[in-house]
């Protein structure tokens, strides 16, 4: 069981010195696996687009294709959102509540000073949102309380909030009538003839990537989620991330909001209401991992693509929209069996590289 | 005979002074010292429960001494987190690897050092090239950007190795490094803690191989139950004399353990093996026996007894209660056949910890107690005050949760609910951790008295007087391996220490 002594100076001996040097085909293949992940979800949603384009020809038309990018807008930029915190062992399950709360705040806020500038009121929406996050994360990361539980607490606190200050507001449905017309212009802008708000949705997608995968603090976040134990022995910030992922989030839930109001100019403190669940499909179906440590702000991105795809196809496909919950359920399960058989895979694999180290 | 300062070669880089550290009522460190001069690999030794893993946590900034000062080039220091002591360079490789299995080993190694681009934005490629070097350096052959998830427990010691070797330190702490390394990978870290030592670092070894302990370290200082014993120059210490000092305590008589003239063969384990985990592990106990698992932690003892008792399958052997195989990998089954197994993490696997006493105490015989389907409290009541009366459980009433009780009697609890269903074999893991002296005597005394009454008796202790006292033979396990079978009559805290670390003459057909 022993070493033999040897009574060598400080430097390696040569025969221990001289590793046998193996290829890059380890990064290469789980490099190609994530591709084929996010793969996996771009065909899906081509194939479902296919199908719907025989079914009924004008699916790609212009207004409908435009229509739907507007929908997903609001779907991925709280996706983006929601990937920062899952992928640190946590989920958010008030972003439906944060964006009400954010999209009838910047609604009344423009009712009350119809002279304020559309960044001022983006901006003011963004800050309330990321308020509601800041609260998540304080209790979360300073008082231990597992996430599932502190944003249940808050999807009802917020939803409460927000109907409490409609009702003494009196003021519980803020109309387009009531909207000055150069924020309901934001919600019918376009650039290049894509509309402005999916552009919006497109540039938080790539600074949340950009973030996750380049900065020393992006790279901690999967750290935590992956081993907690291993991210606090290794000097990691835990509850610090922790906290900035959240309030990351509730600011983007908080845009979210804003975007809410500019697409559908009538605001009810319903606005929101179940989407938090729906975020979370998005995400799982694009490949991050429940548990943290893995899967990428594009996956969720393309995840909420698909999910609002399907619900817009469905119909023209002449399905009762009824099949749209059963399908986004079957798309969640096959999501879930794809990464259970891709990660055996990659599992198989890498031992195989292991076994050739000679022991 | 316990300074050697005179001789070493450098200055003090880092001391502890009298620290202590208490857990709840259990003291871990009761005034510890250590002194680590720079240019000198210095060994840790002692007995399992020594301290030497709170002690290593300590200079980790894992956790805080209670009492007692940390010193850093002489002047106090308070290392508050993991990252200050980093700060303060030390590196410390734990006994078992901390990793991120999602991310690759490259950021593994340099997580939260990552060598940044202007911007603050993390360079790949030179993160990929010091990776590569570092490897180089150890001689192993691994892919930086491959995930940490799927490597052998031997690559990932090397990635923690790696990790520590990547910032500089000034003290390296491994806390036994080699316990899972071949022979080829303990020769490749030697070199790099030599190559650290003689750069001026001060290395701090902790071992149970005292082959590696002599071959590697300048200074040896030993810790016996929390307390420093002695610091000399390994030139002038032999294994005996170390061994010696680690256990240095009388076996005390605190152990009742009744002779008792052992019955048929009820326990017959065969060839078990579990691949990279233990092999080829036979033994027999028979009834009114008591045998104990000795041996180091993490040489495999409670892997092989949850295998035995199937919550583990394994890869080769058979198990035999009373001469019928048992299916591998079915506690249902192994609880019919009449074995019993009180796991060693009673708040984890042995207790529901907010049911009360009498729940907990009939979980297993739930199915028996009840009457179409349902359970009646006057059953489990009667069941519970039986045994809780019988095992003398200190409970204010039966209704109370479990949680509530100390832990010898939260002990005597699991003990009850599994006595209730009647076994033949019984195994128990480590049954006394963490329990007062007191209690502990009295589950000893209860033990003994089982074994009396003709049941078989699979002890897994770590604590050596335990193991001498009740045990009727003691057999060691050694990395994965029955290394020995000691009879009672021979059985001494000498012949099992160095059996357990590897250095006992294996006795001819060992454990049969």
């Known amino acids: 069981m022993s070493a033999p002594a040897t009574k060598s100076p400080a430097a390696l001996p040569e025969e221990l010195a001289a590793p046998e040097r193996t290829g890059r085909r380890g990064s290469a293949l789980v490099h190609r696996l994530f591709v084929v992940r996010e793969l996996g979800i771009l065909a899906a949603l081509v194939l479902l687009v296919l199908v719907t384009v025989v079914a009924n020809p004008r699916f790609l038309s212009g207004q409908n294709v435009r229509d739907l990018l507007l929908s997903a807008a609001i779907l991925t930029v709280l996706a983006a959102g929601q990937t920062m915190v899952i992928v640190t062992r946590n989920v958010d399950l008030s972003v439906g509540s944060v964006l009400g709360l954010s999209a009838y705040a910047t609604g009344t806020l423009l009712v009350v000073a119809p002279g304020t500038p559309v960044v001022v009121a983006v901006l003011a929406g963004t800050a309330v949102g990321a308020v509601c996050g800041l609260v998540n994360g304080l209790v979360v990361a300073a008082a231990g309380v597992p ?17 409490l200050w409609a009702s003494s507001a009196d003021r519980l449905q803020i109309n387009a009538a009531d909207l000055p017309a150069g924020f309901k212009a934001l919600g019918g802008a376009r650039l290049l003839g894509v509309p402005v708000l999916f552009l919006v949705a497109v540039a938080v997608v790539l600074l949340v990537g950009w973030y996750l995968r380049t900065f020393r603090s992006g790279r901690e976040l999967y750290g935590i989620g992956s081993a907690p134990e291993a991210a606090r022995l290794s000097g990691i910030p835990v509850g610090r991330r922790v906290l900035t992922a959240f309030v990351v989030n509730g600011a983007l839930a908080g845009l979210a909001g804003v975007l809410y109001a500019a697409r559908f100019q009538t605001l009810d403190t319903t606005a929101g209401t179940g989407q938090e669940l729906f975020v979370v499909a998005a995400a799982v179906v694009g490949g991050v991992a429940i548990f943290g440590g893995s899967g990428s702000v594009y996956g969720a991105a393309l995840g909420a693509l698909l999910l609002t795809t399907i619900g817009t196809a469905l119909p023209q496909l002449g399905l009762d929209p009824f099949w749209r919950d059963a399908a986004v359920g079957a798309l969640i399960l096959a999501a879930i069996a794809l990464d ?15 076994a050739r180290r000679d022991r | 005979m316990d300074h050697a300062s005179s001789s070493a070669p450098g200055r003090v880089v880092l001391a502890l002074e009298d620290v202590g550290k208490s857990f709840g009522a259990v003291a871990a460190l009761r005034g510890a010292r250590l002194e680590l001069h720079a240019g000198e690999a210095h060994a840790l030794v002692g007995e399992n429960g020594a301290g030497k893993s709170t002690l ?5 900034g894992v956790h805080g001494p209670d009492t007692g000062r940390v010193l850093l080039d002489g002047q106090p220091v308070t290392l508050a987190d993991p990252a200050a002591a980093r700060a303060a360079g030390i590196a410390v490789i734990y006994q078992e690897p901390t990793l991120f299995p999602d991310l690759s080993v490259a950021e593994n190694i340099f997580m939260g050092r990552q060598p940044l681009l202007p911007g603050r934005r993390i360079d790949r ?34 990635v923690e190795i790696a990790k520590a070797l990547s910032f500089d330190a000034r003290v390296l702490v491994m806390d036994e490094p080699t316990a899972t390394l071949s022979g080829v990978e303990v020769e490749r870290l030697f070199a790099v803690a030599r190559s650290l030592r003689d750069s001026g670092a001060a290395v701090l070894f902790i071992s149970h191989r005292f082959d590696e302990v002599f071959d590697l370290c300048d200074r040896i200082t030993v810790m016996r139950d929390g307390q420093w014993v002695s610091t000399d120059l390994a030139r002038d210490l032999t294994v005996d004399q170390v061994v010696r000092r680690m256990v240095g305590r009388e076996v005390s008589s605190l152990f009742p353990k009744v002779d008792v003239e052992p019955g048929d063969v009820v326990l017959e384990v ?15 106990v028979r009834a009114g026996e008591i045998v104990a698992l000795a041996g180091l932690v993490g040489a495999g003892r409670s892997e092989i007894v949850r295998a035995v008792f199937g919550v583990d399958t394994y890869d080769a052997g058979t198990v035999r209660v009373s001469g019928k195989a048992l299916r591998k990998g079915d506690p249902a089954a192994a609880m019919a056949a009449g074995i019993a197994l009180v796991p060693e993490d009673r708040r984890q696997q042995g207790l529901v910890m907010e049911l009360s006493v009498e729940r907990n105490a009939t979980l297993t015989r739930r199915w028996q107690l009840a009457r179409a389907g349902l359970l009646s409290s006057r059953a489990e009541r009667a069941q519970a005050a039986e045994w809780s009366t019988r095992l003398q459980v200190k409970a204010g009433k039966l209704s109370d949760p479990v949680s509530t009780l100390s832990g010898g009697n939260q002990q005597k609890v699991v003990l009850a609910k599994w006595l209730s269903t009647e076994p033949r074999v019984l195994i128990v893991d480590e049954p006394t951790r963490g329990i007062d002296v007191g209690t502990k005597s009295e589950v000893h005394r209860l033990l003994s008295q089982l074994a009396a009454e003709g049941l078989a008796v699979v002890m897994v202790s770590s604590e050596l007087p335990e193991v001498l006292g009740m045990a009727d033979r003691v057999l060691v396990v050694s990395e994965g391996r029955l290394v020995d079978d000691i009879p009672r009559a021979r059985a001494d805290e000498d012949s099992v220490m160095l059996a357990a670390t590897g250095q006992g003459a294996p006795s001819a057909g060992a454990a049969r």
């Open chain 2, 56 to 60: 290593v946590k300590i200079l980790a």
């Open chain 2, 270 to 284: 065969r060839g078990l093996t579990t691949r990279g985990v233990f092999s080829d592990v036979s033994f027999d």
């Open chain 1, 147 to 163: 996430s599932l539980v502190v944003t249940l607490g808050t999807l009802y606190a917020f939803r409460g909030l927000d109907s």
């Open chain 1, 340 to 354: 259970r058989a891709l990660q055996l895979r990659l599992a198989a694999r890498l031992r195989g590289r292991n």
């Open chain 2, 125 to 158: 490629r030179t993160l990929a090239r010091r990776c590569r070097e570092l490897f180089d350096r150890l001689g192993v052959a691994l892919d930086p950007d491959r995930p940490a998830r799927g490597l052998s427990i031997a690559d990932q010691q090397m």
